[in-house]
């Protein structure tokens, strides 16, 4: 079983900066791609960026310019800088991973960490 660790999330005001971590661990064989969802209240989850094995970025429009992402393959962890937070920003923001095991594949979330961006 593979689990995600989420940190970083804090009350920011606009125009400020966080930085999210996300630690993957347990049985992990390979890691093809990790990323980051967010959801706002009363909204779906929605993708923020994510990022392949090879390093290949993908980032919501919303967010271009303001984020990224980067990994550390060493330590299976997944990080989200976020620059020039807006109200918007707000949300439960949750890791995820897919890969395989020495047995199976997997696609595991995080338990979400919250960021409230306001003055």
């Known amino acids: 079983q593979v689990q995600l660790v989420e940190s970083g999330g804090a009350l920011v005001q606009p125009g400020g900066s966080l930085r999210l971590s996300c630690v993957a661990s347990g049985s992990i064989s390979r890691i093809y791609i990790m990323g980051w969802y967010r959801q706002a209240p009363g909204e779906q989850r929605e993708l923020v960026a994510t990022i392949t094995s090879g390093g290949s970025t993908n980032y919501a429009d919303s967010v271009k310019g303001r984020f990224t992402i980067s990994k550390d393959k060493i330590k299976n962890t997944v990080y989200l800088q976020m620059n020039s937070l807006k109200p918007e920003d707000t949300a439960v923001y949750y890791c995820?991973?897919?890969?395989?095991?020495?047995?199976?594949?997997?696609?595991?979330w995080g338990q979400g960490t919250q960021v409230t961006v306001s003055s």
């Open positions: 995820n991973v897919k890969g395989s095991t020495y047995y199976t594949s997997f696609d595991s």
